[in-house]
């Protein structure tokens, strides 16, 4: 009775990495745990860089990935970084494959919906997915909570290349967003 | 904006609403659970596959490679051992016996002698299966002096047993002769019996 409690406690603890966990164990509860702690966050980056379709298509990718690939996790990155670099890669392979990939710092978001926005977060969103894609990505990445260093895993780039991304989509953002919000 | 701090958090804040407006439905969720569970349980029966094909190779291996059994290795014939071939059989329907003595180069009066005042008298003796064929029976006796030729034809008369099922290598059989050395009967002998000496 104790020793299963103690298996219990040991499964649910909260301060346990549910990847470490499932990369050691196989077991379907700690997938489903990341499933349901990350997936909305993956979807949402992978639909700023894409399209609602695509997202999801690549986010399912991205777990069937982690079910297959689960011992290559190595717990010096956070569970979070390693999904999102599975799902830059995926994307990125898709954009290879649909021939989109040729010109990624000049690509643009297409508006999502063409109904008139009048929400102040709303405009300031439809302006970060006006970004050019890498400059969105870096920004979107950033306000995942990432680091910058793990920004510049995730994308296999400099810290430095990094933070001048972010330097320019913020400038571009203020001055496409200035007159509104300075009022 | 006033600063860069408040740009950033009204950044956040437009990314983190969008999130929560947008994001994926608890079918998706669900759908995508059972996706990550497909997977293992095809390689479960992958697993389970290999595992029998190879416990069936092993098995066919096993078959294959097996020496002739105990029982077989440990009663094979070897008539060198024996110093008396007793053939009983039947010629024109009447029960004939004949009786081949193997030539010792030491005691071999004493030897026929005994094995003469041995027919000369009825007796009961047990005897175990060497081999049991299509044509006869070879039976040794327990002192393992005689070997016992019967032809299947001659076993009917003698016992109601059933020749292709009951008669093993190895089985312990009680045979009774009589006093012209033709022998009378042969019944099987239950292994609990346990035969510790010839009679």
């Known amino acids: 009775m104790l020793i299963a409690l103690k298996t219990w406690l040991h499964k649910v603890s909260p301060s346990r990495d549910p990847l470490e966990a499932y990369q050691q164990t196989g077991e379907d509860v700690y997938i489903e745990i990341l499933i349901n702690t990350y997936s909305q966050d993956l979807f949402h980056f992978l639909k700023g860089q894409?399209?609602?379709?695509?997202?999801q298509d690549i986010c399912q990718k991205t777990w069937l990935t982690v079910v297959e690939k689960r011992h290559l996790y190595r717990n010096q990155q956070t569970p979070k970084a390693w999904l999102f670099s599975i799902a830059r890669n995926a994307l990125l392979d898709e954009f290879k494959k649909q021939n989109r990939l040729c010109s990624l710092d000049e690509q643009f978001h297409e508006a999502a919906s063409e109904d008139k926005i009048e929400n102040k977060a709303d405009v300031m969103y439809e302006a970060i997915i006006a970004l050019p894609f890498l400059q969105r990505e870096a920004l979107?990445?950033?306000l995942?909570?990432?680091?910058?260093?793990?920004?510049?895993?995730?994308t296999n780039s400099e810290t430095e290349t990094i933070k001048t991304r972010l330097r320019y989509a913020k400038q571009t953002l203020k001055q496409r967003l200035g007159d509104n919000h300075g009022k | 904006m006033a600063n860069d701090h408040d740009f950033d958090k009204a950044l956040k804040q437009a990314y983190q609403r969008q999130k929560q407006q947008h994001g994926l439905s608890k079918q998706d969720l669900e759908q995508i659970k059972a996706k990550c569970r497909q997977p293992k349980q095809n390689k479960f029966w992958q697993q389970a596959?290999?595992?029998m094909a190879c416990a069936g190779l092993l098995f066919l291996g096993a078959l294959w490679i097996q020496p002739e059994s105990e029982v077989t290795h440990l009663y094979a014939l070897d008539l060198t051992q024996y110093d008396n071939i007793e053939h009983h059989g039947k010629e024109n329907g009447q029960y004939t016996v004949h009786i081949t003595r193997k030539q010792k180069p030491q005691y071999p009066d004493a030897v026929q002698t005994k094995h003469s005042e041995l027919l000369a008298q009825a007796r009961s003796f047990h005897g175990r299966i060497i081999e049991n064929n299509s044509e006869f029976l070879l039976i040794a006796d327990c002192k393992k002096n005689t070997l016992f030729e019967i032809e299947k034809s001659l076993l009917s008369d003698l016992s109601d047993l059933n020749l292709d099922g009951q008669l093993r290598q190895g089985e312990l059989l009680a045979l009774t002769s009589n006093k012209k050395g033709l022998l009378v009967n042969l019944t099987t002998l239950n292994q609990n019996q346990g035969i510790y000496s010839c009679p």
């Open chain 1, 50 to 55: 894409s399209d609602g379709v695509l997202a």
């Open chain 1, 140 to 142: 979107s990445l950033q």
């Open chain 1, 144 to 154: 995942e909570g990432f680091s910058l260093q793990e920004i510049a895993t995730i």
């Open chain 2, 49 to 51: 596959q290999w595992a």
